[in-house]
């Protein structure tokens, strides 16, 4: 493989920059360019060690460095890799990675040093999918969801999955495959158990998948009502910031105003909609129109209400829109003299609180309310969860499998059967692993990573 290298530090000024070099010349790239001030040279470094020096570009002093040197294969990417830590300037840290691309090294692809640890085996596709996770955190629950994937805590389980599958796999094939052979039948009562092991335990990763996604990844969040109910403030609230404009008059917001939050553990990507209602206004309507599509498509709804206003045909309309999806009701302006109750509303929607947006106490009776609803409540996040959407795809493609060879052994099918829908499975998991991934599913992967990780 060709050495490649790329900025590992954020795209911003800060003290210190580093340059991640990998491959077989990382070291002979570097020495070419770095002059250290005990005349060490990089090519006599040992692994894990460090040198404080200076990057000349030919006889021009560059700027002051420290150079540590990382060998194959005890390194990041399994390869040679020096990484160069120069002064955290945005064109300084320029300066020096192209003087790095001039003397041999070509610019690394997004993800394309997590990339190679995977190929050189130095994690699965699982563990390097957690690397993203890791970075983007908005938390420590999904930090230690993160860590622990890294960690191969979700590879393990699936490992061990795959691993009964293809023992009862291995027996029916030998069983059916040479039946002169003195080779002792299957029993079906056995093989029913390791396949409802199985079931359970895949069933289990999807469950807090779904769960864990909405502090891992974060949840697709609408606020609607109709105008005034006090949207607006709920998400200034939530915010914590006057991210919507809030005045008396109804209909001021017209368009959606987006922004992401984190109540508690749980990552909010909120749409604060117009609001919705009859209107003659052309403008005003094309707002009502695109908070009723984000009824449609969020995850999560948050549906005020006025208390202080008697419920009338547009809240009864929105409490139909929500019927049958994931959402909380919220009975707004508590503090005013009410006009119905929260058992009014819970009627549509099963989860309701009362509360009032202006108050910012309300924000802890909102985060229980939605870990009730999003299932995280308790959730264990130093237990195996599914890393991405991806893995999750794979995870329930494998859990069908087994439910169809589950149910073939029920209808009395053929042992072939039974084997071609374990089969299926066995190949699900190992693809999600990464141990049969395709090279199109491999790049799809690192595609999504950021560049000089």
Not at 31 to 52: I, N, P, Q, T, W
Not at 129 to 135: D, F, K, Q, R, S
Not at 246 to 254: D, K
Request: with cysteine; hydrophobic share 40%.
């Amino acid at each position: 493989m060709s050495t490649i290298a790329a900025i590992a530090t954020p795209n911003a000024a800060g003290g210190i920059g580093i340059i991640r070099i990998s491959g077989e010349d990382a070291l002979s790239v570097t020495e070419k360019c770095f002059r250290s001030y005990s005349g060490k040279k990089v090519l006599d470094m040992k692994g894990y060690h460090a040198l404080y020096g200076q990057i000349f570009d030919g006889d021009s002093p560059v700027d002051e460095a420290v150079v540590i040197v990382y060998r194959a294969p005890k390194s990041y990417t399994g390869e040679n890799v020096c990484e160069i830590c120069c002064h955290g300037g945005l064109y300084i840290m320029q300066k020096v990675l192209r003087l790095i691309f001039s003397l041999g090294a070509k610019p690394a692809e997004a993800g394309e040093f997590t990339k190679r640890a995977y190929l050189n085996g130095k994690m699965d596709l699982a563990q390097a999918e957690g690397v993203m996770n890791i970075i983007s955190a908005s938390g420590e629950a999904a930090l230690n969801a993160a860590r622990n994937t890294l960690k191969g805590n979700v590879s393990k389980k699936i490992g061990e999955i795959c691993a009964s599958l293809i023992s009862a796999a291995a027996a029916l094939a030998a069983w059916s495959d040479y039946p002169d052979e003195d080779i002792p039948a299957v029993e079906s009562g056995e093989l029913r158990k390791t396949l409802d092991k199985a079931q359970i335990e895949l069933k289990k990763l999807l469950d807090r998948y779904n769960s864990g996604k909405a502090v891992t990844q974060g949840v697709n969040t609408v606020i609607c009502g109709k105008p005034n109910v006090g949207k607006s403030t709920l998400m200034n609230v939530l915010s914590g910031c006057e991210r919507s404009i809030v005045t008396s008059i109804a209909g001021t917001t017209r368009d959606v105003v987006e922004e992401t939050v984190r109540v508690g553990e749980i990552l909010l990507r909120l749409a604060d909609t117009a609001g919705i209602h009859d209107t003659a206004d052309e403008v005003e309507s094309i707002g009502v129109n695109m908070a009723k599509s984000r009824i449609d498509t969020a995850d999560l709804i948050l549906a005020v209400f006025d208390v202080s206003r008697p419920l009338d045909n547009e809240d009864l309309l929105l409490l139909e829109l929500c019927k049958n999806k994931r959402c909380l009701g919220i009975v707004n302006k508590s503090d005013l003299e009410p006009h119905f109750t929260q058992s009014d509303i819970e009627k549509y929607i099963p989860v309701s609180i009362t509360l009032s947006a202006k108050n910012e106490e309300s924000i802890e009776d909102i985060r229980k309310a939605l870990e009730s609803i999003l299932g995280t409540e308790g959730l264990d996040f130093s237990q195996e969860i599914l890393a991405a959407e991806r893995q999750y795809n794979y995870a329930k493609k494998a859990h069908e499998c087994i439910n169809e060879a589950i149910a073939a052994i029920d209808m009395g099918f053929t042992v072939d059967a039974v084997n071609v829908s374990i089969d299926c499975a066995i190949e699900q998991l190992l693809t999600l692993t990464g141990k049969k991934a395709s090279e199109e599913i491999v790049n799809e992967v690192f595609s999504k990573f950021c560049v000089g990780k």
